[in-house]
């Protein structure tokens, strides 16, 4: 009987014990699923930045070659991402996808043609990026959701220039020179001391 009692909390405690591995495994293989979604989302983050800066600058670029010889205001934009790509000058290598969906981008258009001047993500998850950013697209600091980070041109990180500042009609400009004592005044006529000025 001792024996039998004796096998009995032998078993019992191998039954424990295999319980308790199976929980720990359990554990480790969803903390290593965990780490590596982290890990594939970092490289599809970082792939997200680096087609999408490519892009951006490739609008850049079309609006230029399309602008260039003629005076057209504001920028001129493609109606398609292949349209970028056409030779005989690209300005993008290849129409890329979308890194975190894998399809195709949500374009960002121009309210007066309906061109495409950006492109964002569809995904409305949390970058593990929020600081550092390149300077193209510094204004995706502290966003919190793919979807926010629109790379389009102009953007909040392009340097835009100043508007001219017209002059003012009726003001003439004078040439600097004070009026001194025996020297000429702007209109040219001699002024001496002493001398009563002319009603």
Known sequence: MATGRLCQ???????LLVMLAVVLM????????KQWK???QREQEADLLARGIEIQTALAVYSAQQKKGRV???EIYPLTLEELT????????KAYKDPITGGDWEYV???NTARIKGVRSKSKAEPFKQHNFPPAVRHFEAVTSYYLWVF???NAS???APPAQPATPGQPTTQGQPTTQGQTTTQGQPTTQGQPSSP
């Open 109 to 111: 258009r121009d309210l």
């Open 9 to 15: 909390e032998e078993r019992g405690v191998t039954y």
């Open 86 to 93: 056409k030779q005989p000058y690209p300005a993008l290598r």
């Open 158 to 160: 392009t340097p835009q």
């Open 38 to 40: 982290a890990v594939v």
């Open 72 to 74: 057209v205001p504001g």
């Open 152 to 154: 389009q041109y102009p």
């Open 26 to 33: 359990g554990i480790s293989v969803t903390v290593v699923a």
